[in-house]
């Protein structure tokens, strides 16, 4: 079946450091790739996604790229904030069989930015 | 108003008790999902409509019902809860056929002593 691998965490970094997380994943046929994020207290937020192989999404400074031959989805973003601090969800939309329709998300990734 | 609502938002309850969790929603969606969500194992799918009549098991079902009141109405039920159903519990609507997003309401924090 469907699977998504993040990176282990927790994740700490100083304001305006670069961050990279790692996704990858295993799917049948050609999912739709989602980063979520969960700031404290809140539930889940779509931050951006991708629908096709070499496809960009970027939403508040973050990005990441579809990549179907290493079966991956980085998230980066240039330099965090303090109000970067949150929980990342890596995530895929299966797109055949029994995954149709149906999101699989990674185990997320705490990130933590200090001043 | 938000969008998703959840209520109730914190609940403590005892082995053996029957719950109900329940999920409104004012998007307009026709697709309701429930998930649990467990430190370090991400959320996990426990049931999904994608209209009033239709109601499938996701990956953790065992142990929990459901009921799509209508189209904006999706409750989640503990016939007799146990330990291990201590979670996050949240519901999330979608749209429709393609790639679309899911909204998440605000999430259910559940102790089962």
């Known amino acids: 079946g469907d699977s998504v691998t993040q990176m282990e965490g927790p994740v700490t970094l100083s304001e305006e450091a670069f961050l990279t997380i790692n996704c990858t994943y295993t799917?049948?046929?050609?999912?739709?790739l989602f980063w979520y994020v969960q700031y404290p207290g809140e539930g889940l937020q779509l931050l951006l996604k991708?629908?096709?192989?070499?496809d960009k999404g970027s939403n508040k400074g973050f990005e990441a790229t579809y990549r179907k031959e290493t079966t991956s989805f980085h998230l980066e973003k240039g330099s965090v904030q303090v109000s970067d601090s949150a929980v990342y969800f890596c995530a895929l939309r299966g797109a055949g069989g029994t995954s149709y329709g149906k999101l699989t998300f990674g185990q997320g990734t705490i990130l933590t930015v200090h001043p | 108003d938000a969008d998703v609502t959840q209520t109730p938002r914190n609940r403590i309850t005892k082995t053996g008790k029957r719950i109900m969790l329940e999920c409104s929603q004012t998007k307009g969606h026709d697709r309701m999902y429930w998930y649990r969500q467990d430190p370090g194992l991400g959320l996990r799918l426990i049931y999904y409509s994608f209209d009033v009549k239709d109601i499938n098991k996701g990956e953790i079902s065992d142990g929990y019902s459901v009921s799509r009141q209508a189209q904006a109405k999706f409750s989640l039920s503990l016939e007799s809860a146990i330990p291990n159903q201590t979670a996050l519990y949240f519901c999330?609507?979608?749209?429709?056929?393609?790639?679309?997003?899911?909204?998440f309401g605000p999430g259910t924090r559940l102790l089962v002593l």
């Open positions: 999330a609507t979608s749209a429709g056929q393609g790639t679309e997003t899911q909204y």
């Open positions: 799917a049948t046929g050609y999912p739709s």
């Open positions: 991708a629908t096709k192989a070499d």
